[in-house]
């Protein structure tokens, strides 16, 4: 059974960078037929989709923070990473990393971790 | 960007009762649809893709149909479990969307 956990920081002082790295287990992030990405949810809010990666071929990443978004897969720890940099506090969410299919939708979840931007 | 829009954002009803969500896109999108159950404190969960296709798992009670632009999540006889917050979403094209939602809460 697929599983995915992020972990990283809870608490991001504003200006930095958020990072976060989600652990894949009972699969393999160098499997051809998934990207893997990643959503986010602030507070009492809806689903925000932030980007995915593919192994091999390419990154997709909403328009509305491509500037600062980088999302990047390790096969060597079957680990994906993201980076948010220059945060401000609408930058606040739980933050899920999720498999999709290829011309499917998000079919694994991990559980979320929560991201407080705040000095 | 294809905008999503739920109606209605909140809806009452009580166990046993059938109810239906729907999901417009601003734009077509052919079936390239999903329908997501959210509880407080949880990860989404898949309950429908391809607009109409069940998720592994996932009981019977609840369908799914439309395409292009036009969408309904029906779930039959509600048990208090379905009570939760419901999202439709676009994977039809880049950036992917949802809709912002609709609260299923118990009358």
């Known amino acids: 059974q697929l599983q995915l956990q992020e972990s990283g920081p809870g608490l991001v002082k504003p200006s930095e960078t958020l990072s976060l790295t989600c652990t894949v287990s009972?699969?393999?992030?160098?499997?051809?037929?998934?990207?893997w990405g990643w959503i986010r949810q602030s507070p009492g809010k809806g689903l925000e989709w932030i980007g995915s990666?593919?192994?091999?071929?390419?990154?997709y990443y909403n328009p509305s923070l491509k500037s600062r978004v980088a999302i990047s897969v390790d096969t060597s720890t079957n680990q994906f990473s993201l980076k948010l940099t220059s945060v401000t506090a609408a930058d606040t969410a739980v933050y899920y990393c999720?498999?999709?299919?290829?011309?499917?939708?998000?079919?694994?979840w991990g559980q979320g971790t929560l991201v407080t931007v705040s000095s | 960007d294809i905008q999503m829009t739920q109606s209605p954002p909140t809806l009452s009803a009580s166990v046993g009762n059938r109810v239906t969500i729907t999901c417009r896109a601003s734009?077509?999108?052919?079936?390239?649809l999903a329908w997501f159950q959210q509880k407080p404190g949880k990860a989404p969960k898949c309950l429908i893709y391809?607009?109409?296709s069940l998720q592994s798992g996932v009981p019977s009670k609840f369908s799914g149909s439309g395409s292009g632009t036009d969408f309904t999540l029906t779930i039959s006889s509600l048990q208090p479990e379905d009570f939760a917050t419901y999202y439709c979403?676009?994977?039809?094209?880049?950036?992917?969307?949802f809709g912002q939602g609709t609260r299923l809460e118990i009358k």
């Open positions: 999720v498999r999709r299919g290829l011309g499917a939708t998000f079919d694994y």
């Open positions: 009972g699969g393999s992030v160098s499997s051809g037929i998934y990207y």
């Open positions: 990666v593919h192994y091999s071929v390419s990154t």
């Open positions: 734009q077509d999108i052919s079936n390239y």
């Open positions: 391809a607009a109409s």
């Open positions: 979403q676009q994977y039809n094209s880049y950036p992917i969307t």
